[in-house]
Every structure is written in C-alpha cells, then in structure tokens.
C-alpha cells in the first residue's frame, strides 16, 4: 500500500513539472499539441491526485472523481460573476478555475484522465507480475 501511494505521489509531482514546463519557454511545442498539451496534462495530475485521496479504494473511484471534478470546473467557466473572475484573475486560482468554455478542453480532461487511470492499470499489472 505504501508503495502504491509512493508512486501516484510520484507520478503527480512529475504531471505538475510536465505542465509547469509545458507553459515554459525551455520546451517548443508544435502549435497542435501547445495548444491542448496543458489540459491533457492538468487532468492527468487532477487523476493522480484523487488517486492519492483516494488511495485504499478501488480505481473506479479517483477516475470517476477526476471526471466531475475537471468538467464541473469547465462547465463552471460558463458562469461570469465579477467575484468569480476576480478570483480567476489571480494566476493560482486561473490555472484550477480556467476562463472560458471550451468543449476541446471537455476532450483534453478525457484524454488525460483515461490516460492516467490506463498508466495506472498497467503499473499494477506490471507489479503483480513481478
């Protein structure tokens, strides 16, 4: 079980460097992939750190919690409340709370969350098998 928290805390901190480098200057990105890396990996990082909430149940769970988590925030970009975009003015909270509706970003948050919770099955997998 140790292990097991060990890894996704692991795996969390390096999804936060990837996007934290994603937005860097130090990485070119093609324009496709600039464009919707960051989302991809923000959901990958939401999945692992309900994954570490969450870690004495069952997988289900932390994917199913990263799934209304990432698109109750996107849905809620719909909603422009002079308090709730000051909120998001403030750098922090903009990177959680996000500015505007996008579908595309509803397809990143699946692709990064699917991809997670696969990486996941397959790290068990390949650990039960040693």
């Known amino acids: 079980m140790k292990t097991l928290l060990t890894r996704r805390i692991i795996l969390f901190i390096l999804s936060v460097l990837a996007g934290l480098l994603s937005r860097s200057s130090l990485v070119v990105l093609p324009p496709f992939i600039d464009n919707y890396i960051g989302d ?24 199913l919690a990263a799934f209304i988590f990432s698109f109750a925030i996107e849905f809620s970009q719909m909603y422009h409340a002079t308090w709730i975009d000051h ?30 919770y696969m ?11 040693k």
């Not at 939401?46 to 069952?58: I, W």
């Not at 998001?88 to 692709?111: E, M, N, P």
């Open 87 to 116: 909120i998001r003015s403030i750098k922090l909270f903009a990177l959680v709370l996000g500015h505007s509706f996008l579908w595309t970003d509803l397809l990143c948050y699946t692709v990064g969350i699917s991809g997670a």
């Open 119 to 129: 990486l996941e099955k397959m790290l068990d997998h390949l650990l039960r098998r």
């Open 40 to 63: 991809v990996i923000w959901a990958f990082m939401v999945f692992y750190l309900l994954a570490m909430v969450y870690y004495k149940s069952k997988l289900h769970k932390p994917l």
